[in-house]
């Protein structure tokens, strides 16, 4: 386990078109979600900085590093002290990579020996935390939730210091009906006691905060705050010319795509869109990423003849993938878990990208049909057709489509910069005493 501090920076300059545009935002769910002003007292500017102790278990270079390390930049970008603690090997592996001993464990262990070490993590990781709590005395403890981690919840009862439950996924849901898990009823006991013992359950959608509240967690302890963009995007979006010319896609209609693309993900409705009308449109299908689907498209696009329209680029460094984005003419979410918040989705808004993405109830807590996206059904493949042809077919729509995409980051202060200053706030309303503490 890692313990780091790094030098406090200063507010980058880039935040303040953010902020100072803001309003806030209702939402119609009973669940709090967070806006442009909630949970920032107004005195935010002048009060001292905080110091939170930022626990995670994550063991690869992927999204969920992302979020966890633009959450903490920002934080730091805001004065505040952040040291974090969780697997060294994490930070120091490639992006796009996993820990080696980890991987090697899940492959060679039966499931349930697996699940037991998993738990066992924790024995580990409490020490360290206490050590960690007894150096810094943190105003709260901030962790991104995980399956059987147990070491913030008991540091939490140790030393009475507010725990911050971050949720991004009903992980005894997703693993029972997913990826395998042989130790349920431990499980869901381990989750739900977490979930009900965090002081806030910070749940990134309000589809997801369905989950927490029905193990039990009040309204008045939950949260929602979404996934987030950079701010320097905002500020300084990069031109998409140079990474076009560089790929041949000049006069071509770019459908992008980023991520680690898996089955479900559809991009297999694309390529068959593509077979049919991309000679008629000029279409071609980017993939900025990899992942386990990429062989399945790539078979495909060679059997219907349309390899020369389809682009992967592998991995991306996160510095880059601005640029790669912004090459893009439309970008595509055709397929997403009914809970999440799709980091993709905050970075194409922010850089002006005309999204087509699934009507399900989690994208609609962010984009609206005809107003900033185009919305289709997941398990409508003709709508989802019919939604890039119509793009594919209007510049102008594109460009309205994109700007208010933009908008709605500025207006709903959907950035990291913004979710800092939310986590910020909770943390200094829970030391002043606030109400409904486990």
Known sequence: MREIDRTRTPRAAADQESRSTRRATAHTAS??????????????MDAPPLTILFHHRIASRDGQAVHMEA??????????????????????????????????L???????????????????AVPRLVRAYRRERPDAVYERYNLFMLAGLWLRRFTGTPLLLEVNAPIFHERSVYGGLALKRL?????????????????????????????????ERILVIPNGSDTAWLASPPAGDPVRQRLGLDSRVVLGFTGFVRSWNRLDRVLTLIAEHGERLNLHLLLIGDGPARPEL????????????????GVVA?????????????????????????????EYMALARPIIAPDSANIREVLEHDANALLASPEDDPAFAAAILRLAGDPALRARLGAAARETIVRRGLTWADNAERVAGVVRALADGGPDRP
Do not use: M, N
């Open 31 to 44: 669940t709090r979600f967070a806006d442009a002003t909630d949970a920032r007292p107004a005195d935010a």
């Open 71 to 104: 959450l903490i930049q920002a934080l730091r970008e805001q004065g505040h002290r952040v040291v974090v603690a969780g697997p060294e090997a994490t930070a120091q592996s490639a992006f796009g990579g996993e820990v080696a001993s980890v991987a090697r």
């Open 106 to 124: 899940k492959r060679l262990l039966p499931q349930s020996v697996y699940e037991l070490l998993e738990l066992g993590y924790s024995l580990w």
């Open 187 to 219: 499980a869901r006991w381990c989750e739900g006691i977490v979930w009900r013992g965090a002081d806030r359950v910070l749940p990134v959608t309000d589809a997801l905060a369905q989950h927490v509240r029905s193990a039990g967690v009040p309204d």
């Open 298 to 313: 790539e078979a495909q696009a060679e059997q219907c003849g349309i390899r020369h329209r389809f682009t992967v680029t």
């Open 318 to 346: 996160p510095e880059l993938l601005a640029s790669r984005v912004a090459a893009f003419d439309i970008a595509l979410i055709p397929g997403v878990t009914p809970y999440a918040s799709p980091l993709k989705l905050f």
